[in-house]
């Protein structure tokens, strides 16, 4: 959530009064993240996040914002996308793609315990059941496919050591997902992105969980372990909590139990989790984008994270 995009304060109040969302009174870039242009827009009917999509299309953002509008009608706490009076919700701003939601209570909690590691398991599988019904297909954009594409394009920016786990990580990866367990996982929808930094509190409440943008049709395993690689562990080292991790898993599990094969191979979705965000923060930060406030995620923190569950699997 950097600022890529400048957007002035008429551009902003355009999109509000289409919107019939009264007066603009504030408008301030939000700090953070490394995808889209994102400012908090404040006007007479209350608060919202304008974000400008910076790679995702016009063909591909349906997808995320319709299901958020999915999940929030099933009563699961998202941003609200909103539309203007022909009912549509994805907007231009500034020559960008635009969405217009409405803002979450709460604040992120970055020293999560047990119970609100609880909260998120719960509602992520709330989530996952609530999507079974959407009827929208995207892939994850940032699945194996991609993986396969850019982990080339990263090789040169890394050490000999680096260099031989990632290919080693990535042969493993293809050779699971072509097994019959892998076949054999539940899948649908998914956030993909579920950080302690995408989720609001009030105390231990959790009120709701926004950026979908990585959202894709995926295993709900994978969405499990990019959590428990988040929430879970010491951040740190990258080493596994068990606390928190029985915690979650308890939660998620007293709303979707997981399946057999689901659990025979969250290892391997552990490692695929760690590699998946291994290598996009290689890649944004050898190879960045200019933004104002933009600040890359140390790389070295999810290879931490890999390393850790490679030796150390977790079952379940």
């Known amino acids: 959530m950097a600022v890529f995009t400048e957007v002035s304060s008429k551009e902003a109040s355009d999109l509000l009064r289409r919107l019939q969302l009264g007066e603009l009174l504030a408008l301030r870039g939000i700090e953070g993240g490394i995808e889209n242009t994102n400012y908090f827009v404040t006007s007479e009917q209350g608060e919202y996040v304008l974000t400008l999509f910076e790679r995702l299309t ?72 609530a999507a079974r019904d959407y009827e929208r297909q995207q892939p994850n954009l940032r699945g194996l496919p991609w993986w396969n594409e850019t982990v080339p394009v990263v090789l040169p920016h890394v050490g000999p050591g680096q260099a031989a786990l990632l290919q080693s990580e990535l042969a493993y990866q293809n050779h699971v997902a072509a097994g019959s367990g892998y076949a054999a996982l539940p899948r649908g929808p998914i956030h993909a992105d579920l950080f302690r930094d995408n989720v609001m509190f009030e105390g231990t409440e959790l009120t709701g969980c926004f950026d979908f943008y990585f959202a894709g049709v995926d295993t709900w395993l994978f969405d499990l372990a990019v959590c428990l690689n988040d929430w879970c562990i010491d951040l740190p080292t990258g080493r596994h909590d068990g606390e928190r991790t029985a915690a979650m898993l308890a939660a998620y599990q007293a709303v979707r139990p997981l399946t057999a094969a689901e659990r025979e191979l969250l290892p391997a979705m552990l490692r695929a989790g760690a590699l998946r965000f291994w290598i996009s923060r290689l890649w944004d930060f050898h190879l960045p984008r200019q933004a104002s406030m933009l600040k890359p995620h140390d790389p070295a923190h999810f290879e931490r994270v890999l390393r850790e569950r490679v030796r150390h699997p977790v079952h379940p």
Not at 90 to 107: D, F, I, M, W, Y
């Open 58 to 129: 016009f063909e591909q953002l349906p997808f995320y914002l319709h299901l958020m509008k999915h999940l929030a009608h099933a009563g699961i706490p998202v941003p609200d996308p909103q539309a203007d009076m022909h009912g549509e919700i994805l907007h231009t701003v500034a020559g960008k793609p635009a969405a217009l939601a409405t803002k979450l209570r709460g604040k992120s909690q970055l020293a999560p315990q047990a119970a609100h590691c609880a909260a998120v398991g719960t509602l992520l599988a709330r989530m996952h059941l």
